[in-house]
Structure formats: structure tokens, C-alpha cells
């Protein structure tokens, strides 16, 4: 059973930088898509960035230029670097991942404090 582990949330001030890592365990299949949604309270969830299998990349407008998405498809893993964080990225991210079936992991809480 395919099992994705999440890492790297915190509180960080605005303007700071936080790495989150996601790591998939229980299967050798490479996923089609891999990436980040979040969900902040009273919203619905939201892609932030996806990596297909060929390293093309989708984010969503409001963290274009600030995140950045990597695969490292050998070991089934996706990290997400954030920089210059703002107030407003606050939220729970969710590693998800597209194979056969779709995947989600537990969740990781992010507060950027202003």
C-alpha cells in the first residue's frame, strides 16, 4: 500500500523560506504527477505546484516565482522550496500523488507570521 510521508512544516515570519519534502513508500511504481495542494481554513483545497513524469511543472499563479517544485523520480519524492512566504500561504499542504490511483498524504501545517 503506497504511503506518502510529509516533512519540513513550520512557522516561519513573512518573508521567510521554509522546504517541504514528500516521500513515497510501499510502492517502486513512478507516478505520472506528483506535487503540493493546500487547504487553509474555510477555503476549499488548492493545487500549489505539480512535476509530471518528464519534469514539466504547473504552479499556481499566486506562488509563481516564489516556489519551486523537484522530483527525484529514482526514490519517488517531491520537495517544495517557498520562499518569501507571506501571511496568506498559511495553510495545511498535501503531498498528492497520480498513479493508477490517486494519493494523499497526512498533511503539514505552514504559518507565516506577519
Known amino acids: 500500500q503506497v504511503q506518502l510521508v510529509e516533512s519540513g512544516g513550520g512557522l516561519v515570519q513573512a518573508g521567510g523560506s521554509l522546504r517541504l519534502s514528500c516521500a513515497a513508500s510501499?510502492?517502486?511504481?513512478?507516478?505520472?504527477?506528483i506535487g503540493w495542494y493546500r487547504q487553509a481554513p474555510g477555503k476549499q483545497r488548492e493545487l500549489v505546484a505539480v512535476i509530471n513524469s518528464v519534469g514539466s511543472t504547473n504552479y499556481a499563479d499566486s506562488v509563481k516565482g516564489r516556489f519551486t517544485i523537484s522530483r527525484a523520480n529514482a526514490k519517488n519524492t517531491v520537495d517544495l522550496q517557498m520562499n518569501g512566504l507571506k501571511p496568506e500561504d498559511t495553510a495545511v499542504y498535501y503531498c498528492?500523488?497520480?498513479?493508477?490511483?490517486?494519493?494523499w498524504g497526512q498533511g503539514t501545517q505552514v504559518t507565516v507570521s506577519s
Open positions: 510501499g510502492s517502486t511504481y513512478s507516478f505520472n504527477r
Open positions: 498528492y500523488a497520480l498513479g493508477i490511483y490517486t494519493y
